[in-house]
C-alpha cells in the first residue's frame, strides 16, 4: 500500500489503473478485485463506523499520521482510531509485557505507567491481558493519558472483560487499528500490531516477559526502529524475568525506576534532565554537548508562541522527527515548551528575569 | 616493595643499603628503622608461626607466586598461606556479596559456588559473613576448592564465628593474606585484600551488593585490573540488588545460572565451552577464531603429558598469563588437558581413534 502511496500521492487514482498496474505494484488480489469492480457494501461497515462520534480515519498522507511511525519500514497506510487523534502526535512509551505477569510484574507495569504518564508520556500498549491493562490503567489512574494499539477492528474490544477499560482509554486518550471494522482477533494480527506499538513510540520499556514470547518481538521491532528498549530485570528465580534478563545482555537499557527512562530519554537528546534529585544526573550531557546545544538553539529558534506541528518543526530545523520529537520531550519536561491536544507546540512564554 | 625487588631482584641486599637508597625507594619509615638496625624480635611471630605445618611464605619473585595477580599494578610482595599453595595456581573465581544478603542470595551465592567449583574452578572469597561464607561452604559441599583472602594475620580468624570454616578452607583450599601474624582486623584492610580476591582471578561475581559497598570496590578492582565482572541480577524492590544492575549498567555481565560463567570464560578464549546442553553454544567462537585456534595450537605444542607450570608455559607460548589460564580453563572443561596440585598441566592422553 505505500507503494500505491509513493506513486499516486494518494490512493484515489488507482480507481483509474488497470489491473495490470495493480498487480505491478504487489496489491492483494481481494483488493484488486475491488478497486476494479468496487462493491460498496463491502466498505459499508467501515462508513457506518466512520459516522460514529469520536470515530477517525488517518492516512499515511494525513498531517494527523504519526511522524515516528511513518519513519518505520512498513508503516501501516491507514489507521482507524476511536478517542482523540491528537494522541498520535503525543510523545509516547510503549510498555509491554506478559499476559500472566507475577503480582511484582502487575505492580511495577501500574506504578511506571502511572508516574511517567503523570510525567507527561503518553503510555502506549496492546489492551492485552496483564501487563498491558496494568499500564493503560496505571496511566488513566495518574491522571495521564494512553493508547491502546489493538489486533481487531476498532467495532469489537478484545479480550472482551477489557470493554470498560477500552471505554476509558477511548476517552481519556485512544483506541488504534490498521485493521477494518468487523475484523476479529487473529494470532496473526498480534505481531502485526505489535510493530505500531513500538513505532509510535521512542522507546519500549519491557516489564516481565517469558523467553520466546510477543512482547519480545515488540522489543526486537522496537531496535529495529533504532527506539530505545528498556527492561526491569527481576530474580533469576521468576521465570518471567528471563526474557527481560536476554534483552538487557542484548543491550536494553536496565531500569529500576520511572526517573531511569525520564533520564535516558533525555540522554537521547544529549541533555540531563531536570526530573528531580532522585533521577537526575548532577553535570551535563557527557558528549556532543556543544553540537546538541546548538540543535537545541534551532529547534527553539523554530518554536514561537503561536503553536507548531510537528512536522512544521522537523521541516524548519532540519532534524529528524525522532531528534525532534525526544528534544521536544526534554523541553516540555524542563518547562521551555507546551504542548496543546492536536499534536502542535509552542514556547512556554516566561517573565523576563529582574 | 615491588620497587625494591626490581632494582635488587629479592629482599636481602637491601640490609646492605643506605637509610639514603632506602628513602629513595619510598619506603616506610618503620621498615626503614628495622633494615637499618634489625631487631629480631619484631620478626619472631612471624617465623614461629612460619614453622607450623601447613604455613607458608610466597615472595612476589618465588614460582609459586600466582601469575594472574602478579600482573596487577599494586601486587603484593609477600603472601602468607596456610594450607596448599598450589591453590595459587589453579583458576580462580572471585564471589563475593553483601555481609547481610537475603536469603536467595545467599542461596544463590552457595549454589553458584557449588555448581562452579564442582566444574573445577577455584572459588575465591574473603570469609565474611553471608555472601562469602555462603561462597567458601558452597564449594566445599560441592567437592571443589576454595581460597579465603582475609584481612588479618593468619593466626587470627575474623570474624571469630568463621573458625570452623577457616578450618576447613585451610584444610581444602588456602587461607591467603598480606598482613604479618598478629595483625588485627582494620577497617582499611578490607578494601586492600579486595585486590587480592580480584587479582587472584580471572573474574569476580557479585552476587548481591548495597551501593556504596566493599563487594562494588571488589567488581571495581576487577574491572581495572582487565577481569571479567559478573553480577546477579535481582528484583527492583531489593535493595541488595540495586548495587548489581549498578554494575551491569556500567558493562557487567548479567548472570542467570552458573553455565552463563563457563560460557562466558569459554568466549574470551575465543571457543564455544563443551559444558553440557545448558550453557553450551552450538557454533564456534563469533570472531577472531582463526587466530584464536593457532594461539590454542602454540599452547598446546608446548603442552606435554610430563606436567608443566603456567609459567613455563606463558615462556613457551608467548601468550599472556591471562590468556593462558583462560585458555587452560576452556581445554581442562573440555577435557584435552588436566591438571596436578601444584599448578602444574599436562595434555590428557587420548586413545586413538578406531
Known amino acids: 500500500m505505500q507503494a500505491v502511496l509513493e506513486r499516486w500521492g494518494g490512493p484515489l487514482p488507482l480507481f483509474e489503473a488497470s489491473r495490470a498496474e495493480l498487480e505491478s505494484l504487489g496489491l492483494r488480489r481481494t483488493a484488486i478485485d475491488f478497486i476494479v469492480d468496487p462493491d460498496p457494501s463491502l466498505i459499508e461497515p467501515d462508513l457506518a463506523w466512520l459516522a460514529e462520534e469520536g470515530n477517525h480515519l488517518v492516512t499515511l498522507n494525513d498531517p494527523a499520521y504519526p511522524a515516528l511511525l511513518r519513519e518505520i519500514a512498513d508503516a501501516p497506510a491507514l489507521l482507524y482510531l476511536r478517542g482523540d487523534p491528537a494522541m498520535l502526535g503525543e510523545l509516547q512509551l ?71 477499560l477500552a471505554h476509558r482509554i477511548a476517552e481519556r486518550g485512544a483506541l488504534v487499528s490498521e485493521f477494518p471494522v468487523g475484523v476479529g482477533p487473529r494470532p496473526e494480527h498480534f505481531p502485526r500490531r505489535n510493530r505500531i506499538i513500538s513505532g509510535l513510540s521512542l522507546g519500549t520499556l519491557v516489564v516481565e516477559a517469558a523467553v520466546r514470547s510477543g512482547s519480545l518481538i515488540t522489543a526486537r521491532l522496537a531496535a529495529e526502529q533504532g527506539r530505545e528498549v528498556f527492561a526491569i530485570p527481576g530474580s533469576i ?33 544529549g541533555v540531563a534532565l531536570a526530573v528531580g534529585a532522585e533521577g537526575a544526573a548532577a553535570g551535563g550531557p557527557e558528549t556532543g554537548g556543544g553540537e546538541r546545544d546548538g540543535e537545541y538553539g534551532r529547534l527553539l529558534d523554530c518554536l514561537g508562541f503561536d503553536p507548531l506541528s510537528m512536522d512544521r518543526l522537523v521541516a524548519c530545523s532540519g532534524l529528524t522527527a525522532e531528534a525532534v520529537s525526544s528534544m521536544l520531550l526534554v523541553l516540555e519536561l524542563d518547562g521551555q515548551v507546551e504542548s496543546l491536544p492536536g499534536g502542535t507546540y509552542f514556547r512556554t512564554p516566561h517573565e523576563e528575569p529582574q
Chains 1, 2 share one sequence.
Do not use: M
Open 94 to 164: 510503549a510498555v509491554v509485557g506478559s499476559r500472566t505477569p507475577t503480582a511484582g510484574g502487575r505492580r511495577a507495569a501500574y506504578d511506571f505507567a502511572r508516574h511517567l504518564g503523570g510525567a507527561g508520556l503518553v503510555i502506549t500498549s496492546g489492551l492485552a491481558l496483564g501487563v498491558d491493562a496494568a499500564a493503560h490503567e496505571g496511566a488513566l489512574d495518574g491522571g495521564g493519558r494512553t493508547v491502546a494499539v489493538v489486533g481487531t477492528g476498532l467495532d469489537r474490544v478484545y479480550p472482551a472483560r477489557h470493554r470498560e
Open 237 to 269: 528465580h521468576n521465570p518471567l524475568a528471563r526474557g527481560c534478563h536476554g534483552l538487557i545482555r542484548q543491550g536494553a537499557k536496565l531500569v529500576e525506576q520511572a526517573s531511569d527512562i525520564l533520564e535516558e530519554l533525555g540522554q537521547l537528546a
